[in-house]
């Protein structure tokens, strides 16, 4: 964890929302693990007044990826930085994806949701590393949703496509697609990363079909290092339910252990 | 070499730079970042006799210049603090103030009691003025007859020197300094955060899922320095001054206006080095302004 206030941005790609960043940052990328973040500085006045926490997509040697879509202001200042510039960045943060030696030959699956496909690059490279078989499910409302699903499966990653509209691939939600996957294959783990009413709807799915797995999950942060107990969520855990620091807990929890707000008590 | 130190009487300060209650943690998630002794000091998050959950989130809003949280004081409670944290922050060569808090005024003397029997604390700062612990935000520090009882019980209770850290959610500020000064507070902190609120349009609820919470930040900077402003005039205790300081010159501002000491709080979250960041800025305008005390700023506002 450290800051690094002269990580050059080496490049930018874009499709229409969506933003993938290209970032020279050695150290950072060298302690860098799979479904870890970063708290990035978007401006140097007060407005907006805090960094932005963005999701590790990959890390290749001193090279970091950032992908993220823009949601408001502080991603939309974040998207107008070019090529050559230098970013205020500091991580890597959090708690990331456990990576089992237990995979070992075994399918994984890896669900992403639009923006939510950030973290699952680095992972599923990381996994197929270890000699699993990772599958990335990539879901959104239209293939616009989905730039980088090329991509992916250029490097060598098995990648099934859904989309709400029908545009590509599967029609329907993502979660629909794991199902349907579900009928033919039995996966040992599922990792997941995408919006609350998705990872909710995943929960039910693995808890009926009893199969472990890991969410990475979003929140409003303040600092990104535990200083501040902004983020928090609550989590079942030791038989208890507390709220847990998403930044420093987390991102990532056990399926099993997240509260969904509904279900929360008192 | 410029002299940064501080002498609060009851406390001599290595600068007058300390981390603010509520944004530094427990001190140990800020050690990665910087060598903590370089600190004037740092306040430890509030602490109650038992461990504390806190509000329902969303806990945190952003605003122009600043930042609504409503954490509600979620915390490990006095005893884990002194089994777990203090050994550890109690070796440092740096004043290690802890943030004391009550449901009432029992409770504040109790946790007091219980601190006071530890190594290592420098002084306690009563926190009577957070504004997500009750209904409507209310405080004690909103009362010089409430804020003047809850001092003066802990002040029975322990002989370690007390900060009491005010709200500025009062029509008189200077009217419950008085009172706890009145009390025997060694030093007083002001300001706490503003009750405040954000709304979503769209949806038609609050931000926060307490509805309303604190604005800390640069946007509350101005009102914090009237405050110090006005309080200096009106006590002889020594003042902490915070409230958005983001820069040396914001602290040197705080000064002029009265503060002996001043603590940096939101700042820490946007560059967890900042009051490292700070103290740099502060000896290079002391040298560049020839001073060879930096405590010669306190007090020196021309009206």
Known sequence: ??????????????????????????????????????????????????????????????????????????????????????????????????????????????????????????????????????????????????????????????????????????????????EEKLKQRKPAFLYACGPDPMLEKLADICRREKLAGEFSLESIMGCGFGACWGCVKKIRRDGQEKYLKVCQDGPVFPIEEIVWPENEHG | MVDLSVDLGFLKLKNPVLGASGTFGYGLEFKPFYDLELLGGFVVKGLYLKPREGNRPPRLVETPAGLINSIGLQGIGVEAFCRDILPELSGLKTAIIV????????????????????????????????????????????????????????????????????????????????????????????????????????????????????????????????????????????LIGLGGIFSAEDVLEFMMAGASAVQVGTANFVDPDACLNIIRGLETWAENHGLQNLSQVTGSLKV
């Open chain 2, 99 to 238: 943030n004391v808090c009550g449901e009432e005024e029992d409770e504040y003397a109790r946790v007091a009691e219980y601190l006071s029997r530890h190594q290592g604390i420098a002084a306690l700062e009563l926190n009577i003025s957070c504004p997500n612990v009750r209904e409507g935000g209310r405080c004690p520090a909103q009362s010089p007859e409430a804020t003047y009882r809850t001092v003066k019980k802990v002040k029975q209770a322990v002989s370690l020197p007390l900060i009491t850290k005010l709200s500025p959610n009062v029509t008189d500020i200077t009217a419950v300094a008085l009172a706890a000064e009145e009390a025997g507070t060694e030093a007083i902190s002001l300001i706490n955060t503003l009750l405040a609120m954000a709304i979503d349009p769209e949806t038609r609820q609050p931000k926060l899922g307490n509805v309303m919470g604190g604005l800390s930040g640069p946007a509350i900077k101005p009102i914090a320095l009237r405050m110090v402003f006005q309080v200096a005039r009106a006590v002889k205790v020594p």
């Open chain 1, 1 to 178: 964890m450290l800051i690094d206030r002269k990580a050059r941005l080496v490049e930018v790609e874009s499709w229409g929302d969506y933003f993938l960043f290209t970032i020279d940052s050695p150290e950072i990328a060298r302690q860098a693990q799979p479904g870890q973040f970063l708290m990035i500085k978007v401006s140097e006045t007060t407005q907006p007044l805090l960094r932005r926490p963005i999701s590790l997509h990959n890390v290749e040697h001193t090279r970091l990826q950032i992908f993220f879509q823009v949601a408001g202001q502080g991603t939309r200042l974040l998207s107008s930085k070019r090529p050559g510039q230098s970013l205020d960045i500091f991580g890597p943060l959090g708690r990331g994806f456990s990576l089992s030696s237990e995979l070992r030959n075994r399918e994984v699956f890896c669900v992403g949701g639009g923006r939510g496909l950030a973290p699952l690059h680095y992972l599923a490279g990381k996994l197929k590393a270890a000699g699993a078989r990772p599958i990335i499910f990539y879901g959104g409302r239209s293939e616009t949703d989905l730039p980088l699903k090329g991509r992916l499966k250029a490097s060598g990653l098995e990648v099934l496509v859904s989309t709400d509209d029908g545009s590509c691939g599967f029609r329907g939600l993502v979660t629909s697609l794991v």
